[in-house]
């Protein structure tokens, strides 16, 4: 009985440590972004510059028509 104890105890230290070890391991840390935004504003202001053309091409057209 008292070697099983003993066992026991052993296989909690053993057990601890491992999981310990396991926690304590650090990663790398995230990799920075790639963009800064400054090309997604771009782009957003791209697709507003061809919207406001577009729009501006339409109203311009039914302007025409109208005369």
């Known amino acids: 009985m008292e ?12 057990m601890g440590m491992a999981f310990s070890a396991v926690q304590s391991t650090s990663f790398a840390p ?11 504003d771009q782009g957003i202001a791209y697709a507003l510059m061809l919207l406001a053309l577009v729009l501006t091409y339409l109203i311009h057209a039914a302007d025409i028509l109208n005369y």
């Open 30 to 40: 995230a990799p920075s972004p790639t963009s800064d935004g400054t090309s997604i």
């Open 3 to 14: 070697a099983k104890r003993v066992m026991m105890v052993m296989l909690a230290l053993i």
